[in-house]
């Protein structure tokens, strides 16, 4: 439903020249782009325990090795599979390159540095085999390669439409800025900067993320424009009876490294301590766990594509409305009639409802739509969602029409389109979206020119 008000301009007079339109808002989980449920290692379109809840988002963790078994030959067809993949489930994808693992694989990254010289270390996972064999990421050898694959990758996926996430790892047990149980250290810290630097040099228009456990890391990737990442959300102490990531942990790795604000401009996401079975399990405080992600202004959640625990659906569903950016058009306002070949004015209050705001440029797009027969307009404004922080924005748009608009009635609608494509790609949390993606909210009337 949209309630379309008139407003009279001049007291003396009561001639109409202004429309008023509230939308009508609505509380459906959305699929928006850079938000939301994530998959892992599987599609929306092939993830059983998805279970209809919207998801935008894939992400998948991968071995050097997978990506350059052959040295200077990177395995770019694995990852437009990847990508092509995510588009067909209406999805994008996020990754993590990762040189060190527990599986039985001897190394994760390519035989070939080993052989050619580069020096490493073994180890025993907690004391227990396999073998396994991790890079000296101090080698120049080491980093020359390693740079190499993050800068081929950035040169031939930064920008692109179909990738959302690059979640910078590289360094420690599957990417994750540790060697614990290993006996091996972490590189120095030198090392980790460069290597974060890499990700920033070759990443420059997709959002970063990192993880929060290296502090001097963080601090820095911080200091890049990046996001964080934290991998245990729910932990409420499944690994010990006096310390859990929840009360000793996050918050505080958030003040050491003054990364209070990050969430401005850059994503944070989060990934579930085992998955949401545990919690149920240990009779955790689901809502509690979900509202401490949301105080942290997460934009997005990965439960492993693990079955989700019975009972705890609308909870999810609550959680999803308010994750990320969740845009309301509160108002939108326009003259009543308007002649070809001149300027109408549009104002719109806004209002996002989430937690985090849109980190990526998709724009306000208005469209008129006469009879059959009559050619439409659609104007693409450069009116940006991008950073619009939870809370209202009010904007006022004087918008040109066309000379070949005939008299007559038209329909505006408005969406919030792919600037690339200028198709619409947002979903708004208001009701009345059509199929093609667009708002239909009021008429304007096409008068003849003077």
Request: with cysteine.
């Amino acid at each position: 439903m949209i309630v379309t008000l008139i407003s009279c301009c001049l007291a003396m007079h009561t001639e109409v020249s202004r429309v008023q339109v509230v939308p009508e808002e609505s509380d459906a989980p959305l699929p928006n782009p850079g938000m939301g449920w994530q998959t892992f290692h599987h599609f929306a379109d092939a993830d059983p325990n998805l279970a209809g809840l919207p998801s935008t988002s894939a992400y998948f963790r991968l071995y050097w090795s997978e990506m350059e078994p052959v040295e200077e030959l990177i395995n770019f067809a694995k990852f437009d599979e990847l990508l092509a993949n995510a588009r067909k489930a209406g999805q994008k994808l996020a990754f993590r390159i990762m040189c060190v693992g527990t599986n039985r694989d001897y190394m994760h990254v390519p035989e070939w540095l080993k052989d050619k010289g580069c020096r490493g270390f073994e180890y025993l996972y907690r004391g227990r085999g396999p073998a396994h064999w991790v890079p000296d990421m101090d080698d120049p050898m080491f980093l020359e390669a390693h740079f190499r694959l993050i800068k081929e990758l950035g040169m031939r996926y930064d920008g692109h439409p179909d990738l959302d996430l690059v979640d910078i790892g590289s360094v420690g047990l599957w990417g994750e800025w540790h060697m614990s149980g290993t006996g091996v250290d972490v590189p120095s810290m030198e090392t980790r900067l460069a290597i974060i630097d890499a990700y920033c040099r070759a990443f420059r228009r997709t959002p970063r993320v990192m993880l929060i456990g290296d502090a001097e890391g963080l601090k820095h990737a911080i200091s890049k424009r990046c996001g964080w990442r934290a991998d245990c959300l729910g932990d409420m102490g499944g690994f010990s009876e006096n310390w859990n990531h929840m009360e000793h942990f996050y918050r505080q790795q958030i003040e050491k490294t003054g990364a209070e604000d990050a969430w401005k401009l850059a994503p944070i996401a989060f990934e579930s301590c085992w998955d949401m079975r545990k919690w149920k399990e240990e009779n955790w405080d689901i809502p509690f766990i979900f509202n401490y992600a949301l105080d942290l202004h997460a934009s997005y959640l990965n439960n492993k594509s693990a079955p989700i625990p019975e009972g705890t659906r609308d909870e999810i569903e609550h959680f999803l409305r308010k994750l990320g950016y969740r845009l309301v058009l509160r108002q939108l306002e326009h003259d009543r009639t308007a002649a070809s070949d001149s300027e109408v004015s549009i104002s719109m209050i806004w209002e996002n409802i989430g937690v985090a705001p849109p980190y990526r440029d998709y724009l306000i797009a208005l469209r008129l739509t006469g009879d059959e027969g009559r050619k439409p307009f659609i104007h693409v404004s450069e009116t940006s969602i991008k950073n619009w922080l939870p809370g209202r924005v009010e904007i006022s748009e004087s918008v040109r029409l066309p000379a070949y608009l005939k008299p007559g009635q038209y329909t505006l609608a408005l969406a919030v389109v792919d600037p690339m494509t200028q198709e619409p790609a947002i979903h708004l949390a208001i009701a009345g979206r059509t199929d093609d993606g667009w708002y239909p909210l009021s008429q304007i009337e096409i008068a003849e020119r003077q």
